[in-house]
């Protein structure tokens, strides 16, 4: 199966992460991180807190905090260093955030609904004038996407409730979660990095995120899962496994490694890096 | 104090205004006027900080009737006459009540032909808005030239709303009104207020408002002047046992906004709702205070007052709780808050609290932010422009807002002119169609209107 995906990966897209060195407030956080995804692919990235994880998911989709102070990031050969977070995002990159923000005032579908939009639209829409074709049409369309979103709804086990409500305002830590991975299956990225979409879920919480992050991820998709802890790695099974520590990747591998790390701990791949060094 | 100056409005004018009125009238006029001389126009430090009326151009002229063209973009507002209406345009006045209403006892006319009504004259005598009360009111109880008086008898219920309608496109004019209504027992009014101007103009009103027992008023009303329109409202109501008032207003246009609303629930088990927009832009400046007094035993009031705040607009609400003595089990809620939108723009917002009796529910709360770099880089990730990200993050501010009023048609115009506000055009491009980020809603509500009939979405 592996090989059936790499013969196709000319077609694909492919998130490109060259020595990348990131310092927030002053502060080196990442220190030269190598990494290659591709559609179809699932990686899983572990490791202790602090070790710059949220950091690289940030970066990646190019919060201005973060300060990328060498290296590069390519999708699919575009050197995206430098994009805004809307062009990352309209190329096609997705992020799950650990901590959604509160927008007051716009619901959950309508905000899906404008982003999808934009998207379609490289952001460059502008409202139409209200002639009634276009107000029509605007209806038909309406309609057209609520289906589109119900289907999702229905796939990740969400109460189509959450549909009315603002965005994430008021929302239980889990809502919270749901409600990122609705999105991810709305907007459709190609490539998509869950930050710690896992901390704050109960165990059903998480079968169902789990569950919905299967039935997302197919060959289209290339994910970065960012994890704290490797209990959804019961639930998701990853490609590959790499574990962060102090800023870069310490140690790569598949899937075994996940229960290798959980049989020994970090630090096994800590004094093993220490050893190499 | 130096700030208002109105130099072309003396105590002649008050003799040219009264030719034709009543002598206690002329002699209420002139001893309103001795009073706005003497008035400050506002003593707080944080006015002039922040809503300052210097450099306010004041030399408008006293205006008689004028046919001054109203411009085709506005021509929309006058060509629309509803059977239940009043349309002002500049001096001139016109009024429409259907044959049935007229029938019940309700009346509708020009304050200053009901001025020689005797419940009217008396009352003037013993008015919710002396002049004595403030500088504005002063103003306009001595120089008032329109206007209107509304009387509900008792039990009547009006289905249809009023829409009251003013153009001014008179340049250096005034249109200074007045408008008293009168809600008999269990009577019930609802009244749609707009106003445009195309010129250099000053606007003053006074409203009055007394609702007897379980009478029921809906207000709403949306200001969209043009950009050099001078307005200055003050607004009051008094409320009988279980009678309800409840005001949706949108401020969007004009240089300088004062507008100060007082509920008085004075009969127990009264309540009241206010709910104001406020959306500055370019070097507006806005002053909106909402007091909510309860006087009765278990009444409730509730004040929600946004602003959103462009390029160098400025805003200052000010609000008070004050819970008398008797009110017992009232409940009250006061909330200011604004969103800035540029370094220059600049907002404060005040809300007090004045309790002298116990066993009450009371709460305010206030705050000025600006939008914040968090919440933009997450919509941005969602592949909105940093632009289009501002724009959900803004109009969303006013949205729960705009939720609670109770008027559809003013809901979906504030929405309207939120968004043309948004994007730098002209307050009359109505015909422009709503954002997106209320769609489901305006579509929703687009259905429910049909239904009501009021619909009425330009």
């Given at each position: 199966?592996?090989?059936?995906?790499?013969?196709?990966?000319?077609?694909?897209?492919?998130?490109?992460?060259?020595?990348?060195?990131?310092?927030?407030?002053?502060?080196?956080?990442?220190?030269?991180?190598?990494?290659?995804?591709?559609?179809?692919?699932?990686?899983?990235?572990?490791?202790?807190?602090?070790?710059?994880?949220?950091?690289?998911?940030?970066?990646?989709?190019?919060?201005?905090?973060?300060?990328?102070?060498?290296?590069?990031?390519?999708?699919?050969?575009?050197?995206?260093?430098?994009?805004?977070?809307?062009?990352?995002?309209?190329?096609?990159?997705?992020?799950?955030?650990?901590?959604?923000?509160?927008?007051?005032?716009?619901?959950?579908?309508?905000?899906?609904?404008?982003?999808?939009?934009?998207?379609?639209?490289?952001?460059?829409?502008?409202?139409?004038?209200?002639?009634?074709?276009?107000?029509?049409?605007?209806?038909?369309?309406?309609?057209?996407?609520?289906?589109?979103?119900?289907?999702?709804?229905?796939?990740?086990?969400?109460?189509?409730?959450?549909?009315?409500?603002?965005?994430?305002?008021?929302?239980?830590?889990?809502?919270?979660?749901?409600?990122?991975?609705?999105?991810?299956?709305?907007?459709?990225?190609?490539?998509?990095?869950?930050?710690?979409?896992?901390?704050?879920?109960?165990?059903?919480?998480?079968?169902?995120?789990?569950?919905?992050?299967?039935?997302?991820?197919?060959?289209?998709?290339?994910?970065?899962?960012?994890?704290?802890?490797?209990?959804?790695?019961?639930?998701?099974?990853?490609?590959?496994?790499?574990?962060?520590?102090?800023?870069?990747?310490?140690?790569?591998?598949?899937?075994?490694?996940?229960?290798?790390?959980?049989?020994?701990?970090?630090?096994?791949?800590?004094?093993?890096?220490?050893?190499?060094? | 104090?130096?700030e208002l100056v109105l130099q072309n409005f003396?105590?002649?004018?008050?003799?040219?205004?009264?030719?034709?009125?009543?002598?206690?009238?002329?002699?209420?006029?002139?001893?309103?006027?001795?009073?706005?001389?003497?008035?400050?126009?506002?003593?707080?430090?944080?006015?002039?900080?922040?809503?300052?009326?210097?450099?306010?151009?004041?030399?408008?002229?006293?205006?008689?009737?004028?046919?001054?063209?109203?411009?085709?973009?506005?021509?929309?507002?006058?060509?629309?006459?509803?059977?239940?209406?009043?349309?002002?345009?500049?001096?001139?006045?016109?009024?429409?009540?259907?044959?049935?209403?007229?029938?019940?006892?309700?009346?509708?006319?020009?304050?200053?032909?009901?001025?020689?009504?005797?419940?009217?004259?008396?009352?003037?005598?013993?008015?919710?808005?002396?002049?004595?009360?403030?500088?504005?009111?002063?103003?306009?109880?001595?120089?008032?030239?329109?206007?209107?008086?509304?009387?509900?008898?008792?039990?009547?219920?009006?289905?249809?709303?009023?829409?009251?309608?003013?153009?001014?496109?008179?340049?250096?004019?005034?249109?200074?009104?007045?408008?008293?209504?009168?809600?008999?027992?269990?009577?019930?009014?609802?009244?749609?207020?707009?106003?445009?101007?195309?010129?250099?103009?000053?606007?003053?009103?006074?409203?009055?408002?007394?609702?007897?027992?379980?009478?029921?008023?809906?207000?709403?009303?949306?200001?969209?002047?043009?950009?050099?329109?001078?307005?200055?409202?003050?607004?009051?109501?008094?409320?009988?046992?279980?009678?309800?008032?409840?005001?949706?207003?949108?401020?969007?246009?004009?240089?300088?906004?004062?507008?100060?609303?007082?509920?008085?629930?004075?009969?127990?088990?009264?309540?009241?709702?206010?709910?104001?927009?406020?959306?500055?832009?370019?070097?507006?400046?806005?002053?909106i205070t909402s007091n909510l007094t309860h006087?009765?035993?278990?009444?409730?009031?509730?004040?929600?007052?946004?602003?959103?705040?462009?390029?160098?607009?400025?805003?200052?609400?000010?609000?008070?709780?004050?819970?008398?003595?008797?009110?017992?089990?009232?409940?009250?809620?006061?909330?200011?808050?604004?969103?800035?939108?540029?370094?220059?723009?600049?907002?404060?917002?005040?809300?007090?609290?004045?309790?002298?009796?116990?066993?009450?529910?009371?709460?305010?709360?206030a705050s000025v932010a600006q939008v914040s770099?968090?919440?933009?880089?997450?919509?941005?990730?969602?592949?909105?422009?940093?632009?289009?990200?501002?724009?959900?993050?803004?109009?969303?501010?006013?949205?729960?807002?705009?939720?609670?009023?109770?008027?559809?048609?003013?809901?979906?115009?504030?929405?309207?002119?939120?968004?043309?506000?948004?994007?730098?055009?002209?307050?009359?491009?109505?015909?422009?169609?709503?954002?997106?980020?209320?769609?489901?809603?305006?579509?929703?509500?687009?259905?429910?209107?049909?239904?009501?009939?009021?619909?009425?979405?330009?």
């Amino acid at each position: 199966m592996r090989v059936s995906l790499h013969a196709r990966c000319d077609l694909m897209k492919t998130l490109e992460i060259k020595d990348l060195h990131v310092s927030v407030e002053g502060k080196e956080i990442l220190k030269g991180i190598n990494l290659q995804i591709k559609q179809g692919e699932v990686h899983a990235i572990m490791g202790p807190n602090g070790s710059g994880k949220s950091t690289l998911s940030y970066a990646i989709m190019g919060h201005p905090k973060y300060v990328i102070m060498e290296g590069h990031i390519l999708l699919d050969g575009q050197d995206i260093t430098k994009l805004s977070p809307d062009k990352r995002a309209q190329l096609g990159l997705f992020l799950a955030f650990q901590y959604p923000h509160e927008i007051s005032g716009v619901s959950v579908f309508n905000f899906l609904r404008n982003a999808y939009t934009s998207l379609q639209a490289n952001g460059t829409r502008t409202p139409e004038a209200g002639t009634p074709e276009n107000r029509a049409k605007e209806l038909q369309s309406i309609k057209e996407f609520r289906s589109h979103v119900q289907e999702k709804i229905k796939l990740l086990g969400i109460s189509d409730d959450i549909l009315k409500r603002y965005l994430n305002e008021g929302f239980s830590g889990g809502e919270k979660k749901r409600c990122e991975i609705l999105q991810l299956a709305v907007l459709n990225p190609k490539i998509a990095i869950l930050d710690e979409t896992d901390s704050g879920l109960d165990i059903d919480a998480l079968k169902t995120v789990a569950q919905g992050m299967n039935a997302l991820a197919g060959p289209e998709m290339g994910v970065l899962l960012i994890t704290h802890y490797n209990r959804i790695l019961n639930y998701i099974k990853p490609h590959f496994v790499h574990v962060l520590i102090d800023g870069k990747i310490a140690k790569s591998g598949t899937s075994e490694l996940a229960q290798e790390l959980e049989e020994k701990g970090y630090d096994w791949v800590k004094n093993e890096s220490q050893v190499a060094a | 104090m130096q700030e208002l100056v109105l130099q072309n409005f003396s105590s002649d004018k008050i003799g040219e205004l009264s030719r034709e009125e009543p002598m206690w009238l002329r002699k209420y006029r002139e001893h309103s006027f001795k009073l706005f001389q003497k008035l400050p126009l506002e003593k707080s430090e944080l006015f002039k900080n922040y809503a300052s009326a210097q450099g306010v151009q004041t030399d408008f002229d006293f205006t008689k009737e004028t046919d001054a063209k109203i411009p085709e973009e506005l021509r929309f507002v006058v060509e629309d006459k509803p059977e239940f209406c009043i349309h002002q345009t500049n001096g001139n006045a016109e009024f429409r009540i259907p044959q049935e209403l007229k029938e019940k006892g309700v009346i509708l006319e020009n304050i200053r032909e009901a001025v020689n009504r005797d419940i009217v004259r008396e009352y003037f005598q013993n008015r919710l808005l002396p002049s004595s009360e403030e500088k504005t009111v002063a103003f306009n109880n001595a120089f008032f030239n329109c206007g209107f008086f509304l009387y509900v008898p008792d039990n009547v219920e009006i289905g249809m709303p009023l829409r009251n309608s003013l153009v001014i496109s008179a340049e250096n004019s005034s249109v200074i009104s007045q408008n008293v209504i009168m809600l008999g027992v269990e009577a019930k009014l609802t009244l749609i207020e707009e106003s445009y101007s195309s010129a250099k103009s000053l606007f003053s009103n006074v409203t009055e408002a007394l609702l007897d027992k379980g009478a029921k008023a809906r207000v709403g009303g949306v200001q969209s002047f043009g950009r050099d329109t001078v307005s200055f409202l003050n607004r009051k109501a008094l409320l009988q046992n279980d009678s309800s008032i409840t005001w949706s207003t949108g401020f969007f246009g004009g240089s300088f906004t004062l507008s100060k609303l007082e509920n008085m629930m004075h009969g127990n088990g009264s309540s009241t709702q206010d709910f104001e927009a406020v959306f500055g832009s370019s070097s507006q400046r806005f002053d909106i205070t909402s007091n909510l007094t309860h006087i009765g035993k278990a009444t409730s009031g509730r004040v929600m007052a946004k602003g959103i705040f462009k390029d160098s607009s400025k805003g200052l609400f000010k609000g008070m709780i004050s819970i008398m003595e008797k009110a017992k089990g009232a409940s009250a809620y006061l909330a200011e808050h604004a969103i800035l939108l540029s370094k220059d723009a600049r907002c404060d917002a005040i809300p007090g609290l004045e309790i002298k009796t116990n066993d009450v529910k009371a709460t305010h709360s206030a705050s000025v932010a600006q939008v914040s770099e968090e919440q933009l880089f997450y919509l941005m990730s969602r592949g909105f422009t940093e632009n289009e990200a501002k724009r959900l993050i803004v109009l969303g501010f006013f949205e729960p807002l705009i939720r609670l009023m109770p008027l559809n048609e003013i809901k979906i115009r504030i929405k309207s002119l939120s968004e043309l506000k948004w994007h730098n055009k002209p307050l009359t491009q109505l015909s422009e169609t709503a954002s997106r980020i209320w769609e489901e809603e305006i579509v929703e509500e687009e259905k429910r209107d049909i239904f009501e009939g009021h619909y009425k979405y330009r």
